[in-house]
Every structure is written in structure tokens, then in C-alpha cells.
């Protein structure tokens, strides 16, 4: 029996040593500590169940330590450690793929707000290039009634004052069909969307449609909508002209709200 067990241990080294207490280490980033615990303990669980009832040690709550310490057989230790970083290698890799992808949703998403954007400045340029005729035109009439008055042409002077004053009111008509068709452009479902978007507007008239849109998202029971502003960087020296203003109506209605980036607001009603 003696010389049987003798050539069992000779011949058997390597099973001998994997079957013997041991302790490994690995280091592991404190910040995926949680991926390995797992909810509720579940991934700890699993390794030491899959690892033959391998002891697994994880540094203190609040701890900056990497060190997670394993004992057990060793072959068994040495499985729970590639358990551990492959489950951190997985948790990297979904980061990784999370932020990629949510860089590249921002890119598109800018895109597309730069389309609509050259879109609608388009849009914009045309109805003020009808906007800027008319007002050329008025002036011309106004200067000319000037000219007749100060000559003693007095009803000369009234006929070209009234079609000056007749052009100021296609003017302002003007305005307003040009912000309509703008703000029908960026807003598919006009009032009754989950945002609203008031870039390239006039700042009168876009707080005037905010705030028949924040009146009408009550009246649907919305809880949160999105104000989209713009930043101002296409305004007039790059300085936004729309945002200062709809913060002064959000505070006058006293709604909570939060900037989702750089000319777009969260808004709890």
C-alpha cells in the first residue's frame, strides 16, 4: 500500500499541486469592482459555484484597493481569475461601445440639426430678401412724401405717406408668414410635439410660440419637453439672442429646468 500511494504521488505531481490550498490575487480597477459582486452578489456567486466553492475576498466597501483575493485549489483559483477579467474585459468593452456609439449619435444628430439648419436659412433668406424689398420701397415712398410736403405738395405728400403706410402692413404680414413657414419647418407637429424647436425665429415671436406650446403640452398632460434654442452661433456676432429670453420666461412661469447642452432645455411642467 506504501509502495502504491508513493508512485501515486511520483506520477501524479501536477494533479497534487492544483488539488492543494491556495491563494491568488488579481488586481482589478476599484471602478469594476460592482462587475464582478454582479447584482445582488450574482456574479460572485456563480464564479465560486463554477469554481468548485472557490473563496473570493473583494476589498471593503469604499475601499481604493485593486486587490481581490481568491483561495481555494489552485487550478480552481486560477479559473475564478480568468472569470474575473474576462467579466471586466466585457464591461470595458461594452463602455467602449456605449460611448463610440453615443459619440456617434451626437455627430449624426448634428448633422442632421446643421441640415435642417442651412434648410431653413435658406428659407429665411428668401422671405427676407421679400422683406427687404418692401422695406427698401417703403423708405423710397416715405422719402419722397417728405420731399412733396416740404415742396407744399401736401396731398402728393398724403398719397405717397399712405402707400408707405399700406406697405408697412404687407411688410408685417410678410414677417409673420416668413416666421410661420420657418417654425413649421423645424416643428412637424407644430404645438403638439414632445419639443419644440424656436432656431432662426424672431425673439418676440418665438416667445409668443413658446409660450402657446408650453400651454398646450399642459393642456396634454406632457410632464417633460425639450426647448430647443440653438446656441447662437449663426446669430449676429455669435451672441444668442432666443435662449436669454426663453430662460426669462421659464423663470417668470416658474418651471424647473436643465440644459441638455449647448441651446437645448429639459423642462418639467
Known amino acids: 500500500l506504501v509502495i502504491i500511494l508513493l508512485l501515486f504521488f511520483i506520477t501524479c505531481p501536477v494533479s497534487h499541486a492544483d488539488m492543494a490550498a491556495s491563494s491568488v490575487e488579481v488586481e482589478v480597477d476599484p471602478k469594476f469592482h460592482h462587475v464582478v459582486v454582479g447584482k445582488g452578489g450574482a456574479n460572485l456567486k456563480k464564479i465560486q459555484a463554477d469554481c468548485a466553492g472557490v473563496k473570493i475576498k473583494m476589498p ?4 481604493s484597493s485593486a486587490r481581490i483575493v481568491i483561495e481555494g485549489e489552485k487550478a480552481n483559483c486560477e479559473k475564478a481569475k480568468k472569470a ?12 467602449k461601445d456605449f460611448h463610440e ?16 439648419h442651412n434648410k431653413t436659412d435658406k428659407t429665411y433668406q428668401s ?11 417703403r423708405a423710397k415712398l416715405f422719402e419722397q412724401a417728405d420731399k412733396e410736403f416740404k415742396a407744399g405738395n401736401k396731398a402728393k405728400a398724403k398719397e405717397l405717406s399712405d402707400k408707405g403706410k399700406a406697405i408697412t402692413e404687407k411688410l408685417q404680414k410678410k414677417q409673420k408668414e416668413g416666421q410661420e413657414k420657418l417654425f413649421k419647418q423645424r416643428n412637424k407637429n407644430g404645438l403638439k410635439g414632445d419639443s419644440v424647436d424656436l432656431h432662426g425665429l424672431h425673439v418676440e415671436y418665438a416667445v409668443g410660440k413658446l409660450e402657446a406650446y408650453l400651454a398646450e403640452a399642459k393642456k396634454r398632460k406632457h410632464k417633460e419637453v425639450i426647448v430647443v434654442t440653438g446656441a447662437g452661433n449663426h446669430s449676429e456676432k455669435g451672441q444668442a439672442k ?14 424647473k429646468y436643465a440644459e441638455e447642452n449647448n441651446g437645448s432645455y429639459r423642462v418639467t411642467l
Open 60 to 63: 471593503g466597501k469604499g475601499s
Open 84 to 95: 474575473i477579467l474576462a467579466l471586466v474585459k466585457q464591461k470595458q468593452k461594452d463602455d
Open 101 to 116: 456609439k453615443k459619440e456617434k449619435d451626437f455627430k449624426k444628430k448634428k448633422e442632421k440639426e446643421e441640415k435642417v
Open 127 to 137: 422671405e427676407q430678401a421679400k422683406i427687404d424689398k418692401l422695406a427698401e420701397e
Open 242 to 255: 432666443i435662449k436669454p429670453a426663453v430662460i426669462d420666461l421659464f423663470k417668470k412661469q416658474k418651471l
